[in-house]
């Protein structure tokens, strides 16, 4: 029988599937996530996450090897299309036939989910670089907009970094913020956000570095691919030196902000994106 298994788009939540699967002796053929309308000629069956089932399907999997534990934690945290099948197949294999074929990353089951974990790491070593916070009222915050689900993993670089600190970096793209104090992390959904403007000492940090950034430009030396290349686009949206005047402006003021005390810059190669539109909703 075919089936479509509905679940909650946590990892437990996967991982109750996988267990409920086993219980029910069938293979689903898709999986479905969140809140939009099913609309399918299969007959679907909705899994409770069940933290125990989900336990025991992650502890089976890490004693047959630590590097399939691993692949199927971060796997789940990519953009990989059907991402929930690739994994299951990716499961049932090892659970059937033994870690041997990881051995093999031609192998159309793991193949699909290396790559997917390439691109993943490969986003959060660019965002490494490219994450721009802001000071807002003694705390730092910052935005990104990513393909994978990244704060799980880039999330540690800056708790690391910034130890000392308190500071949040919200995900446009998976509506959650990752937030710091001083000895601890959390991730938490946050549906409704929009970045508090700066104050006038923010705003002039904001511009020096743009004007810093404006500066260091060679005119003579302008290669629009090889920047693309070293700095993708999409990231643009998110980067203190892709803004536009709004960005600049500081609170409780209708004027923009002074230039501050730097040489007049040359402007860097190619046109600045438009400005992105900010998440909807409120402050956390």
């Not at 409920?20 to 002796?25: E, F, N, P, R």
């Not at 006038?200 to 290669?223: C, G, M, Q, S, V």
Request: with cysteine; hydrophobic share 40%; net charge positive.
């Amino acid at each position: 029988m075919d089936v479509i298994y509905c679940y909650d788009g946590s990892l437990n939540g996967f991982l109750s599937c996988v267990f409920a699967s086993y219980v029910h002796k069938e293979i689903p053929a898709g999986f479905h996530s969140g809140e939009d309308v099913l609309y399918t000629l299969f007959d679907s069956r909705t899994v409770p996450t069940n933290p125990e089932h989900a336990a025991r399907v992650l502890r089976k999997v890490a004693a047959l090897s630590p590097e399939a534990a691993l692949l199927l934690r971060r796997g789940f945290l990519t953009c990989l299309p059907e991402k929930e099948s690739h994994l299951f197949r990716f499961v049932a294999k090892l659970l059937r036939a033994g870690p041997g074929f990881l051995q093999n990353r031609s192998d159309e089951t793991l193949f699909p989910i290396v790559k997917a974990v390439q691109h993943l790491h490969g986003e959060v070593h660019l965002l490494k670089g490219f994450v721009r916070f802001s000071e807002l009222g003694g705390v730092l915050g910052g935005e990104i907009a990513p393909k994978n689900r990244v704060l799980p993993v880039l999330g540690g670089h800056f708790a690391a970094r910034f130890h000392n600190e308190r500071f949040f970096l919200y995900d446009r793209t998976y509506k959650e913020a990752l937030f710091h104090v001083p000895g601890q992390s959390v991730i938490r959904p946050l549906t409704d956000f929009q970045m508090a403007p700066p104050d006038e000492t923010e705003a002039r940090y904001r511009l020096l570095w743009k004007r810093f950034y404006d500066t260091i430009a060679i005119k003579e030396r302008e290669n629009p691919r090889l920047r693309m290349s070293n700095m993708p686009k999409r990231y643009w949206s998110t980067m203190t030196e892709f803004q536009g005047e709004d960005f600049f402006t500081p609170q409780r003021s209708p004027e923009g902000v002074p230039a501050p005390g730097a040489p007049a810059g040359i402007s860097a190669p190619g046109t600045p994106p438009p400005l992105a539109p900010s998440a909807p909703g409120s402050g956390p």
